[in-house]
């Protein structure tokens, strides 16, 4: 299942099959962008993205898809 989230500047995708909350997005993201919940994660601050891509890079299961990255 993919989880989709938007605001006007950019998409973040996150595939909950994929996911399996290891929380490296939520400790490499300088913004606090993500947090976990029930084992997997989502961009709830989307709104803070700086567009560093370094959630993209952290993702160890290729989970996060990022329109700026």
């Known amino acids: 299942m993919i989880k989709e989230f938007k605001n006007k500047e950019r998409t973040i995708k996150i595939d909950h099959d994929k996911c399996n909350g290891s929380g490296d997005c939520v400790e490499q993201c300088p913004v606090g962008v993500y947090e976990l919940k029930d084992g997997k ?29």
Do not use: F, G, R
């Open 41 to 69: 994660s989502y961009a709830t601050n989307i709104e803070k993205c700086v567009d560093c891509c370094l959630c993209v890079q952290a993702c160890p299961t290729e989970a996060i898809e990022h329109s700026s990255c």
